[in-house]
Every structure is written in C-alpha cells, then in structure tokens.
C-alpha cells in the first residue's frame, strides 16, 4: 500500500539554524501540506500545496517558514532560524481529493 | 478560536465492550469530516470519514455518526480491541483542503 513518508525521523537543531524537513508524498496525490503538533496538543494545519504554489497557509506560517517541491517526488518544509517553540512533531501529508494520508513525522527539537 | 473539539481528554474501555468518542464542532459551514487514529510516535491514521449530507457511515467495527442539527460528532468502535488504544482526533474542513483538528481522546482498552 503507498505511503506517506518523511525525513528525517528526528532532527536536532540549535536556535537560529536552518533546517529542511522531507517528505516523499504518495505518487498520484495532487495535493500537499504540513501539519505539524506540538508534544501533548493538537495538530495544527501549517500550509497547503497544489500546482506548485501554495493555496492555503495559517497563522503560524509566517516568512521563517517556506515549502518546495524541488522534483516530481519531493516536498520540503524549511524553517530559515528556529526558534525554540518549532520544538515539535511536523507531519507532512498528500491528498488526492479530501482523505489526507500522513506520513510517520519529523520530531524537531531546537535547542 | 478552536472550533473542533472532544468532549472527554481520555477513555478508559474494558476490552471486547463498545468505545463511543465524542466531538462537538462550532463551524456549520464544515461539509467533511475525518476520524483519525494516533498511535504514540506516528503520525495520523485514517479511519473514516463522512460528508454533510450524511449523518452515519459504517466501517469495518466503526460507525460515525453525524448530528448537523447539534454540531456533534461521534465515534462508536464495536468490541475494542488491545490494538485500538490511541488518541483519536476528529477534523473538519470547511471551505478548502485544509483540515482543522480537535485536541484528541486518548482510549486506554483494558485487559
């Protein structure tokens, strides 16, 4: 069965670094985002993706953060200077119409 | 403010008994909404899902039922299993692709 997945599993990052969290999206899917949950709270909707632009970003997406689809099979989610509040699990997920399919996470710790 | 949300943080359920899980959503506009499973360490399971114009869809050993008239959702997991123990998240989608979450029920099954 496809599946969503990401990586890396675990990233460590000092305050201030840049960091590019992968995800591979299911190969027919169309549609993209990321999500990400903070440890012990919801998931919280970050941005959306479709013909390579972004459709739909919330709140917590501001200028720090930014999504690529490089190539025909990847997609990125980079965050220009961490901060210790990105401290959390991001989730990348892909669509083909409204049912969502996750990957596994990235859990980012900046320290 | 939060829009998608469960009523009870946990539930305990003796195992082979019927588990319902509860959610109340703010947004009549919302025309799809999503069970999720999460086990500790991965990221969102899709369950099942049912549109607006639905109040109750069956799965294999679940069931979603849809109140439009109350705004409320719920979550009904026949003969609970050892292997369903997770947080279960309802989402909704208003307008887009994009998914808002509740805070999540943790169900403990026991033995």
């Known amino acids: 069965e496809p599946e969503v997945t990401q990586t890396p599993s675990h990233q460590v990052t000092q305050m201030g670094q840049e960091v590019i969290l992968r995800c591979v999206p299911i190969s027919n899917h169309l549609y993209f985002y990321w999500y990400r949950q903070i440890l012990g709270q919801k998931v919280e909707f970050l941005v959306s993706?479709?013909?390579?632009?972004?459709?739909?970003k919330s709140e917590i997406f501001d200028d720090q953060f930014s999504v690529e689809r490089p190539d025909g099979s990847n997609f990125t989610l980079k965050i220009r200077s961490t901060k210790l509040e990105d401290s959390a699990m991001y989730f990348c997920?892909?669509?083909?119409?409204?049912?969502?399919?996750f990957g596994p996470g990235t859990r980012l710790t900046v320290l | 403010g939060e829009s998608v949300g469960l009523h009870l943080p946990t539930l305990s359920v003796q195992e082979g008994d019927n588990s319902i899980i509860n959610c109340a959503y703010s947004?009549?506009?919302?025309?799809?909404f999503i069970w999720y499973k999460q086990e500790s360490g991965k990221g969102p399971q899709f369950i099942i899902d049912?549109?607006?114009?639905?109040d109750k869809r069956q799965g294999q050993r679940v069931t979603v039922l849809l109140n439009k008239t109350v705004k409320h959702l719920s979550l009904q997991i026949a003969a609970t299993q050892p292997g369903d123990s997770a947080v279960y998240f309802c989402a909704e989608k208003r307008d887009d692709y994009k998914l808002s979450f509740g805070a999540g029920t943790t169900v403990t099954v026991r033995a």
């Open positions: 997920a892909s669509s083909e119409g409204f049912e969502q399919f």
């Open positions: 049912i549109r607006s114009n639905m």
């Open positions: 947004n009549s506009a919302s025309d799809y």
């Open positions: 993706f479709y013909n390579n632009e972004i459709s739909e």
